[in-house]
């Protein structure tokens, strides 16, 4: 039997919309992740992992909203599949490739000055 751990997360970034969208093409790109679904117009998408030993790839769930000119709101989901025999393997999968999503996604922004603030303020 098979089910959905999920994580979420919403942060607010001091970036304006358009550079971010550019920067999780980007952050997609280097963690060699594939992106599934794309609407550039509503600043959606839908990424997938790669997958793990014993265990299954997650999904990402990519939200931004302008909050106004230099500032953003990201909603993050990240669904994992798991089953009664990969749900100790997959235990907090969701959580670290979140995190390792947010991070990937801070250096793309700005190696220098954002990589201590990843998610300094939550929504």
Known sequence: MAYLRSEKENLEIDFP??????????????????????????????????????????????ELRA???????????????????TSVVDFGRSRDRLEMFVEALAKQLEPDKLAGKKGKTKV
């Open 67 to 85: 909050v106004n000119e230099k500032t953003s709101r990201m909603s993050i989901n990240v669904e994992t599949p798991v089953t009664t025999i």
């Open 17 to 62: 919309i358009e550079k971010i969208w550019e920067a999780i093409i980007g952050t997609v790109k280097a963690l060699e992740w594939v992106i599934e679904e794309r609407d550039d117009q509503a600043y959606k998408a839908k990424i997938k992992t790669k997958h793990g030993f014993m265990g299954y790839s997650s999904v990402l769930f990519v």
